[in-house]
Every structure is written in C-alpha cells, then in structure tokens.
C-alpha cells in the first residue's frame, strides 16, 4: 500500500462531469489499496474571473482581501470533488489552507510555504478518508488566508507530498507526460519515462509547460518523486501505477535504474523573451552594475548576457534578455538612468526566441555545443546571444525560425522517435 498525493488542475476541474471523472480516478486509486489526497485547482478560468472582480472593485486593492476572493475558486472544486467522492460511496473531505493548516511566510498573492501541520491528514487518510485539499493557499502567521501566485497549485501538491511522507506525487494535466520537445511542433517527440529532478528544472525554467518551476524546485529539495500524468483518460482506464506517465526523479535514482543516459533530453522553446541592446557604454568597473541593479530592483528578470569586446573610445555594448512583458518597463527604467549608465542608445527586439537544449549527459560528453551550432549553421540560422549551465545551452534566434530550429535540434540530437507521438 502507498501513500499518494495527487493533483489535478483547471482544465479537469472545470465543471461537474469532468469532476465527476476526476473522482472515479481518485477512487480507483484508494480502491488498489492506496491512502490518497487530492490538491485541486480552481475551474478553468475562475481565478482570471476573480482577479477581474479585484480589479473592478479597487484598482488599489488590499493584497490579503485579493487572497481571500481568489482563493475561493479551489475551496468550491475541492468541495464539489469531496461531496461527487461521497455520492459514489467514498469516505472524503474537503480540508482548506486553514484547517490543514498550511503556514506561508511573504506577502500576500505571492506566499511561500513554510510548513504543514500534517498529523490530523494523515490520522484520516489512515482512517480510509480521501482528503481533498485547495491548492494556491495557507495561512499567515497573522491567521489571514494567503495565496501562492498563479500555478500555485503543482507547488501545493508537493509540498503537501513532503509533509506526509507520499511514495509520490501524481500531477494530473493537459499532457500525458514530458516530451522530448512540443509534439506540435515535432510529430516524432518521445515520450520520457524518467526525467531528472535538474532536467526538469531547466526544461521548465526554458519554456516547457508541463510543471511550474516552484514545484520542480521544491521537490528536489523534498526528494518527492513526481509523475506527469494525463487526466483526459477513460474511465475504464488502467490506474496511475500502470500508466506510461513520465516520472520525475533523482540522478540517483536515474542511476539505479541502470538506464543508458541520454545525452540530451529535450528541446525547449520560449517566445516570450525580448532583447535589449545598450550601445556604447563606459567600460570601466561597475559600468554593468549601474545597468542591472535598477532591473533587480524592479523584479525585472534577466536572462542572457553578452558584453562585446570594447572599443577604442573605451566604450562598449551590452545586450541581454529580459521577459516580453518586462520590456517597456525596463526600457523605461533604463531611460531614466541613461545618465548614470552613460550609454548612447536602446535598441530593444520582441520578435526574438530562445531555443535550449537540455541533459544531464553534457557533464560527461563533449560536442553538445558543437552540434548545436553547427546543426543551426546549415540551416542558416543566426544566432544572437547564448547562455549556458551544466545541463543546459540556450540560444536567441529570430522568432520567425523557431519551429524550424527545434525541428533541426530534435533531428541533430537524434531524438526522433521512429513512429510519431500520439
């Protein structure tokens, strides 16, 4: 018997019928013996419908009565799963943020768990009760209800994984697991059947949807094994120990399985990068931190960095990345600070993606880079900035040329399955 934590999120959710397929797969589940608990999300587009309320009722508003409305849309879906488990003749309950309770520390509308108090949940899923529990919220040290930021809820479910001690935890979404790039785009994408804990870190952090970064992160710290599974299964479908999900897991782990490393795992795209060019700045000490401490400050994230080589005049340009939505609040920061900075000119481009290629196996293999670029090359393709980690190498490309450059990628590498993902 196992203890399993599982997840669903808004597109299962949304309405009774899907509910009502999400409760006979959490009972399959606890009918194979397992004690299960259930993280859900609100409906799809709930929580878009409540911040709108926000917003109509105070542009100013008040961050922890925005909490209190945003987090109502997973209190109704975990109490419309609870009360659809018991018609079916389970023994469930709804448990909100406050009565696990979950601890969060930070502001409102952006909190961090801290801690669960998980005794009494596990008292009762020992007992045979199906715990269903809102995901996105917990409680302040001031008792005021919290929420965790959008895409909350995957970060719920592992921390709630952690707290209970859970053989795993079973994200059910849109996808039936972890590609090695968007089978949109590459009709011969393989499916992975174990991803590391860093590859999937990368590969979120990089443009793949699949999990939200913070529940990636926290799980490698926990130590929580995690399973990308498909919710739009039939209801006469095998239950989640025999579905080919893809498991996320430690290099340990990966090692122990005795599987041959893959030198790369997968292709990730994001077109929601912009780049920002500074001509002729002072090169001298902390002429760079004059340009990046005002974006720090701001929240404003960056990503690649090239400084080229100085000219003459000792002068230099800096090019860098920054997210799409950043752009004209960075450009404008910049602006202002043109004087301290002391550069010529802002040549900024939305119209611009990055491509990365991600696996564990470029620690030990040489050429991964070589490939990449030469893969690129032939095809024409301009590369405009670079970026690299142990396990990842990303590059800024031309928008226009990114499903061309991760097709080109995925054959390189030589991911390509030998029949097309399904």
Same mark, same amino acid.
């Given at each position: 018997?196992?203890?399993?934590?599982?997840?669903? @999120?808004?597109?299962?959710?949304?309405?009774?019928?899907?509910?009502?397929?999400?409760?006979?797969?959490?009972?399959?589940?606890?009918?194979? =013996?397992?004690?299960?608990?259930?993280?859900?999300?609100?409906?799809?587009?709930?929580?878009?419908?409540?911040?709108? %309320?926000?917003?109509?009722?105070?542009?100013?508003?008040?961050?922890? +009565?925005?909490?209190?409305?945003?987090?109502?849309?997973?209190?109704?879906?975990?109490?419309?799963?609870?009360? /659809?488990?018991?018609?079916?003749?389970?023994?469930?309950?709804?448990?909100? =943020?406050?009565?696990?309770?979950?601890? *969060?520390?930070?502001?409102?509308?952006?909190?961090?768990?801290?801690?669960?108090?998980? !005794?009494?949940?596990?008292?009762?899923?020992?007992?045979?009760?199906?715990?269903?529990?809102? &995901?996105?919220?917990?409680?302040?040290?001031?008792?005021?209800?919290?929420?965790?930021?959008?895409? =909350?809820?995957?970060?719920?479910?592992?921390?709630?994984?952690?707290?209970? &001690?859970?053989?795993?935890?079973?994200?059910?979404? !849109?996808?039936?697991?972890?590609?090695?790039?968007?089978?949109?785009?590459?009709?011969?994408?393989?499916?992975?059947?174990?991803?590391?804990?860093?590859?999937?870190?990368?590969?979120?952090?990089?443009?793949?949807?699949?999990?939200?970064?913070?529940?990636?992160?926290?799980?490698?710290?926990?130590?929580?094994?995690?399973?990308?599974?498909?919710?739009?299964?039939? +209801?006469?479908?095998?239950?989640?120990?025999?579905?080919?999900?893809?498991?996320?897991?430690?290099?340990?782990?990966?090692?122990?399985?005795?599987?041959?490393?893959?030198?790369?795992?997968?292709?990730?795209?994001?077109?929601?990068?912009? $780049?920002?060019?500074? *001509? $002729?700045?002072?090169?001298?000490?902390?002429?760079?931190?004059?340009? %990046?401490?005002?974006?720090? +400050?701001?929240?404003?994230?960056?990503?690649?960095?090239?400084?080229?080589? =100085?000219?003459?005049?000792?002068?230099?340009?800096?090019? %860098? /990345?920054?997210?799409?939505?950043?752009?004209?609040?960075?450009?404008?920061?910049?602006?202002?600070?043109?004087?301290?900075?002391?550069?010529?000119?802002?040549?900024?481009?939305?119209?611009?993606?990055?491509?990365?290629?991600? @696996?564990?196996?470029?620690?030990?293999?040489? &050429?991964?880079?070589?490939?990449? %670029?030469?893969?690129?090359?032939?095809?024409?393709?301009?590369?405009?900035?670079?970026?690299?980690?142990?396990?990842?190498?990303?590059?800024?490309?031309?928008?226009?040329?990114?499903?061309?450059?991760?097709?080109?990628?995925? *054959?390189?590498?030589?991911?390509?399955?030998? +029949?097309?993902?399904?």
């Amino acid at each position: 018997m196992a203890r399993i934590v599982m997840k669903f @999120g808004g597109t299962s959710m949304a309405g009774t019928e899907r509910i009502r397929r999400v409760a006979n797969i959490v009972r399959k589940q606890q009918a194979a =013996g397992h004690q299960v608990a259930v993280v859900v999300s609100a409906m799809a587009g709930e929580t878009d419908r409540l911040v709108n %309320f926000c917003r109509e009722a105070n542009p100013l508003y008040d961050p922890a +009565e925005y909490d209190v409305v945003v987090a109502s849309g997973e209190q109704v879906t975990s109490g419309l799963l609870a009360l /659809t488990l018991q018609a079916m003749g389970c023994k469930a309950r709804s448990w909100l =943020g406050w009565q696990v309770p979950i601890h *969060t520390a930070e502001a409102h509308a952006k909190a961090r768990i801290m801690e669960i108090d998980s !005794d009494a949940l596990c008292e009762a899923m020992a007992g045979g009760e199906i715990a269903v529990i809102p &995901g996105f919220q917990g409680l302040s040290a001031e008792g005021r209800v919290t929420t965790l930021g959008r895409g =909350g809820s995957d970060t719920s479910a592992v921390a709630v994984a952690a707290a209970i &001690g859970a053989d795993r935890c079973d994200i059910y979404t !849109d996808v039936d697991g972890v590609y090695t790039t968007d089978p949109r785009i590459v009709a011969r994408a393989r499916k992975l059947k174990y991803v590391t804990y860093e590859e999937m870190l990368e590969l979120a952090s990089v443009g793949a949807k699949v999990l939200q970064t913070r529940s990636v992160s926290l799980a490698m710290k926990e130590g929580v094994r995690v399973q990308v599974l498909s919710s739009f299964i039939d +209801e006469d479908a095998p239950p989640a120990d025999d579905l080919p999900g893809t498991m996320i897991v430690s290099d340990e782990e990966m090692e122990g399985s005795q599987m041959e490393s893959q030198l790369v795992t997968g292709i990730a795209h994001d077109k929601n990068e912009a $780049r920002v060019v500074l *001509t $002729r700045v002072p090169d001298r000490p902390g002429a760079v931190s004059h340009i %990046f401490s005002p974006l720090a +400050e701001a929240a404003i994230n960056v990503d690649m960095i090239i400084q080229n080589v =100085g000219r003459d005049k000792g002068e230099t340009d800096v090019t %860098f /990345t920054v997210p799409q939505a950043d752009l004209a609040r960075a450009q404008a920061l910049l602006e202002d600070k043109r004087e301290a900075i002391g550069f010529n000119r802002i040549i900024t481009d939305s119209k611009v993606a990055k491509i990365s290629v991600v @696996g564990v196996g470029m620690r030990s293999h040489a &050429g991964v880079a070589a490939t990449m %670029f030469r893969a690129l090359a032939d095809r024409g393709i301009n590369v405009q900035a670079i970026s690299t980690s142990e396990i990842k190498i990303s590059v800024l490309i031309d928008e226009d040329e990114t499903e061309l450059a991760v097709r080109v990628l995925h *054959t390189a590498y030589g991911l390509d399955a030998d +029949e097309p993902a399904e």
